[in-house]
């Protein structure tokens, strides 16, 4: 959430970002309860010093010996006007709040202008597409063949957007989770974390979740519990309306976790295979920083998810996402995408985000620099390192041979008991 006075203060500066957003009317009728709440605060302070020259008057009265009974009884309606006005004020507050609930975070001034995401800038790349000679197939007719990926049990078991990995297909699956999880603990720093999947309205309120985006979450009927849309929702509720020491940040985890999502509307996009489900499993990353830092550890952090792709030898490109496209809470992202030969183009596996504030401010985390110094909102940051789904499916598409096996990444055979290729289930 935006601070209220930053809002207040450069309230131009807030619409002109929005306008980048592409939208107009977020703040609402912000100025006009802005300028409601300045006359009934003045109204307040009016108040307020005429009963103190009143109680001055009294005391005086009563010191000298004279009747003060008129100034007392001008005190009683005085007193009635300045709490219904201090209420109005607090309502006026609150309502301010609940307009700056829906408004987005700020885009960072490195952020690309643009409209949508053909609008956003293309930052490096790594490696070559593969060139084949044969035509490549799409994972949703590899893994069936293989055995190793079933799409109607799951739509037998669950329903659509939902996948059964079998047999080698499990294992892959299992063993990438693996490799991220250790890569990023044992060489990138990141204890790990193995939080619930189940979260309450408080937690994604925190990361910006709700109210905004209630319809893409799963709700568990008769609670206030939710599934979680991915464990950057758990992580960076672990320290939620708690003050972390200065000389301790930045503070990193990461965490595998299996995400829901309802996928609202999505329609119509990547409906095949298993790009975009219901169900999914990633590797996160989360980062608590010193504000002066964050943009650093937003590098570093996007890094560390690209290494990941660098070690299963799997092309890449790295782009910043425009305003016009950029998640609600973040004021700056990377998305890396993964080639897929059946495609033909680079398709995201993560986004790496620096929230600055915005997400403290909702979660009340905040830091010390020092004993006794004043507590401050930190940065928290986040990029899944990576979406095991899609990477599982990149190894696959990748990696296939004319025969339809696959041949498994060097990076991964230590977690496959040495195995080096994935041949067709018997």
């Known amino acids: 959430m935006l601070d209220l006075s930053f809002v207040r203060d450069n309230l131009q500066l807030v619409k ?28 307040v302070e009016s108040r307020k010093a005429r009963r103190n020259k009143v109680s001055d008057e009294i005391a005086a009265r009563k010191k000298q010996g004279q009747d003060a ?3 007392i009884a001008e005190m009683k309606p005085l007193g009635e006007e300045i709490r219904e006005l201090d209420e109005q004020a607090k309502s006026c507050e609150e309502r301010l709040r609940e307009v700056l609930r829906i408004v987005p975070n700020v885009p960072h001034t490195s952020v690309p202008v643009g409209r949508s995401a053909a609008d956003n800038q293309e930052i490096r790349r790594w490696g070559e597409p593969r060139k084949f000679d044969f035509e490549p197939q799409a994972h949703w007719d590899l893994g069936p063949a293989l055995g190793i990926l079933d799409f109607e049990r799951a739509t037998k078991i669950t329903g659509a957007r939902f996948a059964v990995y ?18 990023h603990t044992r060489e990138h720093g990141y204890s790990e974390i193995l939080p619930p999947f189940v979260v309450n309205s408080a937690s994604l309120f925190g ?25 950057e929702v758990p992580v960076t509720n672990l320290y939620r309306d708690e003050v972390l020491e200065a000389d301790k940040l930045p503070v990193k985890h990461c965490a595998w976790t299996a995400c829901f999502r309802s996928e609202a509307g999505s329609y119509g996009k990547d409906t095949r295979g298993i790009i975009r489900q219901h169900q999914f499993q990633k590797v996160e990353l989360v980062k608590f920083a010193l504000p002066e ?19 299963l030898e799997l092309p890449y490109r790295v782009v910043a996402l ?41 979660a009340n985390l905040r830091f010390r620099r020092g004993k006794g110094g004043k507590t401050e909102f930190l940065h ?17 598409e990748n990696y296939q041979q004319a025969d339809g096996s696959v041949v498994v990444p060097a990076a991964l055979r230590p977690y496959l008991d040495g195995m080096e290729r994935i041949v067709k289930r018997q």
């Open 16 to 43: 002109q970002k929005m306008r980048e957003r592409g939208l107009e009317d977020v703040l609402g009728d912000f100025e006009t309860l802005d300028r409601e709440r300045r006359k009934v605060l003045g109204e």
């Open 69 to 71: 009974a008129s100034l």
């Open 166 to 183: 079998a047999g080698v297909g499990a294992k892959l699956e299992r063993a990438l989770a693996n490799f991220m999880l250790d890569l």
């Open 207 to 231: 990361t910006g979740n709700l109210p905004k985006f209630k319809e893409d979450l799963f709700k568990l009927e008769g609670t206030d519990y939710y599934l979680i849309p991915t464990a």
């Open 293 to 311: 830092s964050s943009y650093d550890e937003l590098e570093s952090l996007t890094r560390n998810a690209e290494e990941v792709l660098q070690r």
């Open 322 to 362: 425009s305003t016009g496209d950029m998640g609600f809470s973040s004021a700056k992202t990377y998305d890396l995408e993964v080639w897929l030969p059946s495609a033909r183009e680079y398709k995201e596996i993560s986004s790496c985000s620096n929230f600055e504030a915005f997400q403290a401010r909702r």
């Open 380 to 396: 928290t940051l986040n990029g899944s390192g990576l979406a095991v789904g899609r990477t599982w499916l990149a190894v696959i």
